[in-house]
């Protein structure tokens, strides 16, 4: 067992492994965003640092169909940034957060060795609220946008190149009018953080898949690609992709849940630890 | 106007500067726990690490008299840590969590140069909510305990010395049977997080006061004491002094609010930055 899956089965008792957690009307959820673990200075601006450090959180909420309303920041600062630095930090979060409607309403802020992003989101639940581990044996599992954008990003990046300022490792992407739209036909969401690889088994539980999409190495393996990875049963195909099509975000089936195993290319996983 | 200002001033139209905020029925507060900022490895066993972090999150709500229920954990731990290290420091988080009647609902794990420890605690607001600021001409202020002994206990430390296992550094008291009683007769409430230097212009705003009591040095600028610093009006002194003495409580009344300015000793306050 890595040492992330031990931390995690330590809570098992309390989490179910969802972006978020449904507590009455409200969706809670929380990212933290570190320096030099999901991303470094030279490849992004204090700005964009700041707005990807929330929008990965509002993906969160996103993915479970929940209306970001509010944040706590908490936000640990080395000694050594300027004022300007700051500000622009500051400002990427605080604009991102207007932008999405999301008042910060509390936080804490200290100094550190690295920049350390803690955000904790409340949304509000809407009708119906999107968890993993729903679907059953017949859905379609699909995914929206592109994979692999992210990783390529993040290889360009870690070779020394520069990548242009719309990059998905830079902004990625909230299909957020799609899954307005859609939510009542789904069954199960979750939002494409560590790689399909990795977060398919996630999203499946103990059910298989029949994979029919032929993807290639790095759309398995690209992580934070805050895309969505949705199932839904075959009556609502049609509408789904109505959705789809009506919200220009383009949806790619990759195939059905079935029971048994899900056989996956044997790439090695990302993992945080 | 130094770094945190800085930062707490963006967000002045957002916060009020209480140690947690009221929406709703409930109140949201988040402390970040970082190494080499609020400790060192070599200072607390990793189970004193996640008992503290979870204790000083607590504390702020305990301050507005709200009741702890949920938290959600953001933890970021170095790869170094061995198993038998991440068991105790999850240890001290639980059953400090379970003593106190939090259930963990959500969180984050990843990966970090320094144990990053970020909660943040939802807790039932009760029938009054303490803020600060809320003091008036006239009343008096008070602080629970004793002051001091967290910095004694952390100069002892950085000395190379040892501290008891039950030192106010390692393991702060919250003042829970003291808030619970003397609530409805408290004026305006804060959490002694900074020390007192730091901490009492906050609690008072644009007001001053008259500080009749001498207070050393130390229990000016002791910091993380997690103490209770109080304010009520003279009519409920008695009251006040009587919840103190029920519940086994060391109340100290150090002055009265006035008009005008705060004259306190020129130490040199506490900074983050």
């Known amino acids: 067992m890595d040492k992330e899956a031990r931390i995690i089965s330590h809570f098992t008792h309390a989490l179910n492994g969802d972006d978020g957690a449904l507590l009455g009307d409200f969706v809670y959820s929380k990212d933290l965003f570190i320096e030099n673990v999901h991303f470094k200075r030279e490849w992004l601006s204090m700005e964009q640092i700041g707005a990807k450090a929330v929008l990965v959180n509002l993906s969160d909420a996103i993915a479970m169909n929940a209306t970001p309303l509010f944040a706590l920041l908490g936000l640990a600062l080395p000694k050594e940034l300027e004022n300007d630095e700051i500000d622009a930090l500051l400002g990427g979060i605080l604009s991102t957060c207007a932008k999405h409607g999301v008042s910060i309403i509390g936080g804490d802020t200290t100094s550190a060795d690295k920049i350390t992003i803690s955000l904790t989101i409340i949304s509000k639940a809407n009708k119906k609220t999107l968890f993993r581990k729903k679907a059953k044996i017949g859905d379609f599992i699909a995914f929206t946008g592109s994979l692999g954008l992210s990783l390529k990003g993040l290889k360009a990046l870690q070779n020394g190149g520069k990548i ?20 009542k036909n789904l069954k199960s969401a979750m939002d494409i953080s560590d790689g399909l690889a990795n977060d398919l088994p996630k999203f499946l539980g103990k059910k298989g898949a029949k994979i029919s999409a032929k993807l290639s190495k790095i759309q398995w393996l690209s992580g934070e690609e805050y895309e969505l990875l949705v199932a839904f049963s075959p009556k609502n195909k049609a509408r789904v992709l109505a959705y789809a099509k009506q919200t220009r975000t383009k949806l790619t089936i990759i195939g059905q849940v079935k029971n048994g195993y899900l056989k996956i290319p044997k790439y090695r996983a990302f993992k945080h630890f």
Chains 1, 2 share one sequence.
């Open 164 to 183: 242009a300022r719309n990059s998905r490792f830079i902004k990625p992407s909230l299909r957020i009018e799609f899954m307005k739209k859609s939510a």
